[in-house]
T-cell receptor, first 116, second 116 residues
Framework: AQTVTQSQPEMSVQEAETVTLSCTYDTSENNYYLFWYKQPPSRQMILVIRQEAYKQQNATENRFSVNFQKAAKSFSLKISDSQLGDTAMYFCAFMNTQGGSEKLVFGKGTKLTVNP | GAGVSQSPSNKVTEKGKDVELRCDPISGHTALYWYRQSLGQGLEFLIYFQGNSAPDKSGLPSDRFSAERTGGSVSTLTIQRTQQEDSAVYLC??????????????FGPGTRLTVL
């Protein structure tokens, strides 16, 4: 079974600075997708960024980028120019594309606080 | 609708009672997922629907949990004889449902269930 590990339960960063959230995963599959979701206090899970395992190029979405290391099974999220609105829980998630279910397997999350 | 909606937003019930949680996915999305978010277990997959059928029910924790989807749209998650350990936030997500993990799952705001 796939597992996702987020080793940082909590992190904080000063506004405008850069922060990196860590995620590692375990799978024997070769084709899969990885995601970072953000969950603010409103509970709404919002997709931040996604990465297809077959792509070597790291995904980027505005201030958010990933460092995808397939051999090391690592998928970290970098947030540049942190803003107060980035304060939230961040979940790393894995999706296996085999077997048809496409369910997400989540890590335990990292609580990020952006300080003014 | 504009997004995934869930009702009720909050539900408080007494141990032993049955509860029904509703999810209304984004129009046109054929895939629907239920997840449970609890303090001790993080985010766990419960069940996956493709249209009205549920090819993956592997996450349902016991036979007290069931779900159905009618008309390829609205889904209801039913918990019978609720127990205190059922207290959690129940999240619903939907996607277009094409194969290969190319679809982003969009989440609803969740239903917070409290069993007294």
């Amino acid at each position: 079974a796939q597992t996702v590990t987020q080793s940082q339960p909590e992190m904080s960063v000063q506004e405008a600075e850069t922060v990196t959230l860590s995620c590692t995963y375990d799978t024997s599959e070769n084709n899969y997708y990885l995601f970072w979701y953000k969950q603010p206090p409103s509970r709404q899970m919002i997709l931040v960024i996604r990465q297809e395992a077959y792509k070597q190029q790291n995904a980027t979405e505005n201030r958010f980028s990933v460092n995808f290391q397939k051999a090391a099974k690592s998928f970290s999220l970098k947030i540049s120019d942190s803003q107060l609105g980035d304060t939230a829980m961040y979940f790393c998630a894995f999706m296996n594309t085999q077997g048809g279910s496409e369910k997400l397997v989540f890590g335990k999350g990292t609580k990020l606080t952006v300080n003014p | 609708g504009a997004g995934v909606s869930q009702s009720p937003s909050n539900k408080v019930t007494e141990k032993g009672k049955d509860v029904e949680l509703r999810c209304d996915p984004i129009s046109g999305h054929t895939a629907l997922y239920w997840y449970r978010q609890s303090l001790g277990q993080g985010l766990e997959f419960l069940i996956y629907f493709q249209g009205n059928s549920a090819p993956d029910k592997s996450g349902l924790p016991s036979d007290r949990f069931s779900a159905e989807r009618t008309g390829g749209s609205v889904s209801t998650l039913t918990i019978q004889r609720t127990q205190q350990e059922d207290s959690a936030v129940y999240l619903c997500a939907s996607s277009f449902g094409t194969s290969g993990g190319t679809d982003t799952q969009y989440f609803g705001p969740g239903t917070r269930l409290t069993v007294l």
